[in-house]
Antibody, heavy 117, light 108 residues
Framework: QVQLVQSGAEVKKPGASVKVSCKAS????????MHWVRQAPGQGLEWMGI???????TNAQKFQGRVTLTSDTSTSTVYMELSSLRSEDTAIYYC???????????WGQGALVTVSS | EIVLTQSPGTLSLSPGDRATLSCRAS???????LAWYQQKPGQTPRLLIY???NRATGIPDRFNGGGSGTDFTLTISRLEPDDFAVYYC?????????FGGGTKVEIK
């Protein structure tokens, strides 16, 4: 069965960077795009970017220069690195797969990133 | 950027009621590129509807999506206790992909 398993919670200081991983299993990793979505406490969903596991990514303009999306096909894992962290980046970060339909059919369990001095 | 505006913000209904949720886009969205999600507290979002009107795998037929252009709706024909949650619409036209602000369906 399809699973997206993310790394654990992180606590970071303002100005630091965080790297969240998302390991995929149960399907051919290189077939489908992976997206990153975040959700601040008590808030809605915010799209951050997209990566094709074989290469190529696009970030939302809001995160230009701060977000790096990468992929490791040898371990079926995608990564999201967010730099220059500020308190407003405190959120749950999700990876989500888009298969052949226009909808995110599988989601990682989420990784809580807390930015606090 | 396409802005999705969901209304109402909160819907207070009883089990067995019909729920109608609205999602209005600031620009035309092809029906193929509109999805709906359900999120319960402490859980990840779950895909309900894709392509505006197609139920995702395992989604009960009391959930129905419709609409076109700039106006889309999600209808839950008879609310069950498990349906009280927050619902989000999402569009896949261009970049950035965007979500609506959500509609909370709460027990009256």
């Amino acid at each position: 069965q399809v699973q997206l398993v993310q790394s654990g919670a992180e606590v970071k200081k303002p100005g630091a960077s965080v790297k969240v991983s998302c390991k995929a299993s149960g399907y051919t990793f290189t077939t489908y795009y992976m997206h990153w979505v975040r959700q601040a406490p008590g808030q809605g969903l915010e799209w951050m970017g997209i990566i094709h596991p074989s290469g190529g990514s696009t970030n939302a303009q809001k995160f230009q220069g701060r977000v790096t999306l990468t992929s490791d096909t040898s371990t079926s894992t995608v990564y999201m690195e967010l730099s220059s962290l500020r308190s407003e980046d405190t959120a749950i970060y999700y990876c989500a797969r888009r298969s052949s339909i226009y909808g995110f059919d599988y989601w990682g369990q989420g990784a809580l990133v807390t930015v606090s001095s | 950027e396409i802005v999705l505006t969901q209304s109402p913000g909160t819907l207070s209904l009883s089990p067995g009621d019909r729920a109608t949720l609205s999602c209005r886009a600031s620009q035309n969205v092809s029906s193929s590129y509109l999805a709906w999600y359900q999120q319960k507290p402490g859980q990840t979002p779950r895909l309900l509807i894709y392509g505006a009107s197609n139920r995702a795998t395992g989604i009960p037929d009391r959930f129905n999506g419709g609409g076109s252009g700039t106006d889309f709706t999600l209808t839950i024909s008879r609310l069950e206790p498990d349906d009280f949650a927050v619902y989000y619409c999402q569009q896949f036209v261009g970049s950035p992909l965007t979500f609506g602000g959500g509609t909370k369906v709460e027990i009256k």
